[in-house]
């Protein structure tokens, strides 16, 4: 049996890796040296918007490529590299083809290479990005709201892409905190953070560890990321123990696989795809905690409480959309592969 947590838990998760040693323990040496000459965070606002053509909100971050103009585009921990909307002005083009899956979009496009900025930080070398020429409804819809890119920062195996902020110099590359505001403030219109540099916190609320994927084409670790091992409850229905998938791109909690056929429904259709039903209690836990993490009732608000199952899609799972990134600041571990969720206060 769990309980609510009752306040912030101090956790020590463990994982147990077997990792390349001689060259992969010679890079982390190179990193940990070259991160003493660099700043220890770097805090880089991420904005939120209202999502186009549904409910709920999305984090929006400025990012410059090569010596081009700034431009907006999407923090999505969903995907994997950077995706822009519009033709790159300076970079450099590959002339390799390549098809992006996005939200549930395949768009085409072609694959250039330039370094990139962040919070007034560059990548340590050029990094892969795609171009996506396309006049699919999903990047028309995004750009008449000024937004020209998705920023990948998932840190699973992207083949090609890569997660760019791997290639940030020293300790920002190996770990970062990303925290959404749902609530306006006086110098701003709704803003959070993504800080390069974040230490996993001592006191969380939730820590998962994340199995170890191999490595990307620049050799940094890869972690299965759709993989955290989460459990969830709904109202009386037996737990499930699955996947779990940390979405900063989505707005809506979706439940794969026939594992959450018990799930209440807002309808009775024979639809493969249904609502949960409004009121149905929601609770989220580690595998291994006796405790709940995470408690809310399931509504009608994208980024807040809309969940749907998804009966006939494939495997059991569970993509948590975005809500979490609002309710908790999450921190990704690159050296150890872990994903902590914590208390948002003070950020």
Not at 87 to 99: D, L, N, R, V
Not at 106 to 128: C, E, Q
Not at 187 to 193: D, K, M, N, T, V
Request: glycine letters at 10%; a positive charge.
């Amino acid at each position: 049996m769990r309980r609510r947590t009752p306040g912030i838990l101090v956790a020590l998760t463990l994982s147990v890796l077997v990792l390349p040693t001689t060259s992969a323990l010679a890079d982390d040496t190179a990193v940990q040296t070259d991160a003493a000459r660099q700043p220890a965070t770097v805090s880089v606002p991420i904005r939120t918007i209202d999502t186009p053509e549904r409910t709920g909100l999305d984090g929006i971050i400025t990012i410059q490529v090569g010596q081009a103009a700034p431009i907006s585009v999407i923090a999505d921990t969903g995907s994997v590299g950077l995706f822009l909307f519009e033709k790159p002005t300076s970079a450099h083009s590959t002339g390799i083809h390549a098809t992006a899956h996005l939200q549930g979009h395949s768009l085409p496009g072609v694959l250039f290479t330039s370094p990139v900025t962040i919070g007034g930080v560059t990548t340590t070398n050029p990094v892969a990005m795609q171009y996506i020429n396309s006049t699919s409804s999903y990047v028309h819809k995004w750009k008449s709201r000024g937004v020209t890119g998705v920023l990948g920062i998932g840190v699973t195996d992207g083949g090609r892409m890569t997660n760019i902020l791997k290639s940030m110099p020293g300790s920002l590359g190996l770990h970062w905190s990303v925290h959404l505001a749902r609530q306006s403030t006086p110098e701003s219109s709704r803003q959070g953070s993504l800080v390069l540099g974040a230490e996993p916190p001592a006191h969380v609320t939730m820590s998962f560890p994340l199995p170890y994927f191999g490595v990307d084409v620049n050799g940094a670790r890869n972690w299965n990321d759709h993989a955290a091992p989460g459990c969830w409850t709904f109202t009386s229905v037996r737990e499930q123990c699955v996947p779990t998938w940390f979405d900063s791109g989505g707005t809506i909690m979706r439940l794969v696989g026939r594992n959450f056929r018990n799930v209440p429904r807002a309808d009775s259709s024979t639809s493969s795809s249904h609502l949960v039903k409004p009121g149905t209690r929601v609770r989220f836990a580690e595998s291994s905690s006796a405790f709940y993490g995470q408690d809310f009732t399931a509504g009608r608000d994208g980024s807040r409480n809309l969940v749907r199952v998804m009966l006939g899609a494939g495997s059991p799972a569970v993509n948590t959309g975005n809500a979490p990134f609002f309710d908790f600041t999450i921190t990704y571990d690159q050296v150890v592969g872990t994903i902590s969720l914590s208390s948002p206060k003070g950020n």
